[in-house]
């Protein structure tokens, strides 16, 4: 079914910025057989007129492949006549299922490729055992950084996620908590222990009415002021 998606977010003025930021965007969806067109594009290709940045075009096969290809601009020095130059990055994925002692382990490949500059190009692995419906351990690695993230999630009665994940780059925990409340409601907790942030969400997704996202982050190492984030987003099929 073809579809069509907008977006759009608030965040309220703080002490790190004395206006407050809109942003939003829109993205669309075609069915051609087997396969999936999508383009979507940010508030940054409408604003300040017409222009190519945060346009994205992609070729999906569901749970085979993604290819992609991504516009931004790139900043540049202050000029007496302002130029606008662009990055654009080329990314693919691709999704296989197999088994380890009979249980399923999900693998992505991803490869991002600037082509203006094939040197910044980043290749991610990530994994996915799964035991059960109730647990399942994840790893993430972007090849050549020493990084390797690692996750449990585990569900409890079908209402309550547990996950804590471990980043043995930084030698640092991660956690997060979430339940469903009110049917499709979701409240999630998370705590960040190398930057000390604490974050609370609330979010509701329905193909009827659309999604929406109320969130706030708390630094407890400076007790700045919370920084509040709202989005919402409609689908339309067409």
């Known amino acids: 079914m073809n579809a069509i998606s907008v977006k ?4 309220p003025a703080n002490k790190e910025s004395n206006n407050g930021r809109v942003s939003g965007g829109a993205s669309v969806t075609f069915n051609a057989g087997d396969f999936k067109l999508r383009a979507s594009m940010t508030d940054a290709t409408v604003v300040n007129a017409s ?7 992609a070729i999906e096969k569901p749970d085979s492949f993604i290819l992609g290809y ?6 540049s020095k202050p ?5 606008i130059s662009y990055s654009f990055d080329f990314s693919f994925q691709f999704m296989n299922s197999i088994k380890v002692m009979e249980k399923p382990l999900n693998l992505k490949y991803t490869h991002n490729k600037p082509l203006h500059n094939i040197g910044d190009s980043k290749t991610i692995l990530d994994g996915t055992l ?5 647990n399942n351990v994840s790893a993430n690695h972007e090849l050549g950084s020493g990084d390797c993230k690692l996750k449990y ?3 409890h009665g079908g209402l309550t996620t547990l996950e804590p994940s471990y980043d043995t780059k930084n030698k640092s925990w991660d956690l997060a908590v979430s339940r469903k409340v009110y049917g499709d409601h979701v409240c999630k907790a ?10 609370l969400e609330w979010s509701s997704t329905s193909k009827l009415d659309g999604s ?5 982050s708390l630094s407890l190492a400076d007790k700045t002021l919370p920084k509040l984030a709202a989005e919402s987003s409609l689908n339309f099929d067409i």
């Not at 759009?8 to 965040?11: L, P, V």
């Not at 998370?190 to 974050?199: A, E, R, W």
């Open 70 to 75: 991504k516009v931004s601009e790139k900043e």
């Open 79 to 83: 000029q007496k006549v302002p130029l």
């Open 130 to 134: 799964v035991f059960n419906s109730a």
């Open 190 to 199: 998370t705590y960040q222990m190398k930057s000390n942030v604490l974050g």
């Open 8 to 11: 759009a977010g608030y965040e």
């Open 51 to 57: 222009s190519l940045n945060g346009l994205a075009l």
């Open 212 to 216: 929406f996202k109320v969130s706030a």
């Open 153 to 155: 999630s585990y569900v």
